[in-house]
């Protein structure tokens, strides 16, 4: 029962390289989640989505773009890392069905720009 | 804006003695709340959660607390162990707001022998 897949685990990128984060479910949940984390800090919703197809800005957007053409998958894209970035990566899901309002994450992506 | 807080960045506690971990929130629209625990290099795990509609939800050696009036809820856990040093997230919801979940900014447990 793998949950909450991230790929990679670590990754160092250079000012202005572009990267992917894959996250991908199995649980057939209907929202999906990024998180972004930095030390001391709680967690910061990046971008979410209530279903393939949809998704919306969260509170920390910029820098990132997002797509969700399946249910399972909802990667997020980096286009010209800066430092400010430099963070630690979180990928959740939970179901729509009332009453399951849990959200269960991956393991998380550590991401440095150098 | 700083919708859920925990003010206590660290917390140490003996093994056997109780933890107890604090969360302050502002937004009054929130009405469900849960903690989680996160190890070093692990994504966060659901450990307890509470609707508005309740003061209290105990599961095992955790219990969790929630005054609506002072907009505070807290995590018991009783009786502490090594296992359970690791970091502890207060979230909340507005359940029909599309799940979208604020995150306090943490506190560390660690429990020592």
């Known amino acids: 029962n793998a949950g909450v897949t991230q790929t990679p685990k670590f990754r160092i990128l250079k000012i202005g390289q572009s990267m992917t984060l894959q996250c991908a479910q199995d649980m057939n949940h209907n929202y999906m989640y990024w998180y972004r984390q930095d030390p001391g800090m709680g967690l910061k919703l990046i971008y979410y989505s209530v279903g393939a197809g949809i998704t919306d800005k969260g509170e920390v957007p910029n820098g990132y773009n997002v797509s969700r053409s399946t249910t399972e998958d909802f990667p997020l894209r980096l286009e010209l890392a800066a430092p400010s970035q430099t963070s630690v990566y979180f990928c959740?899901?939970?179901?729509?069905?009332?009453?399951?309002?849990?959200?269960?994450f991956g393991q998380g992506t550590r991401l440095t720009v150098v | 804006d700083q919708q859920v807080k925990q003010n206590s960045p660290s917390l140490s506690v003996q093994e056997g003695r109780i933890s107890i971990l604090n969360c302050d929130y502002t937004n009054s629209m929130f009405d469900y709340f849960l903690w989680y625990k996160k190890y070093p290099a692990e994504g966060p795990t659901f450990l307890i959660s509470?609707?508005?509609?309740?003061d209290k939800n105990e599961d095992g050696r955790f219990t969790v607390f929630l005054n609506k009036s002072a907009k505070h809820l807290s995590l018991h856990i009783v009786p502490s162990q090594p296992g359970d040093s690791a970091v502890y997230f207060c979230a909340a919801l507005v359940t029909d707001s599309w799940g979208k979940f604020q995150f306090g900014a943490g506190t560390q447990v660690v429990v020592t022998p």
């Open positions: 509470i609707s508005s509609i309740k």
């Open positions: 959740a899901s939970s179901s729509s069905e009332a009453g399951n309002t849990e959200a269960f």
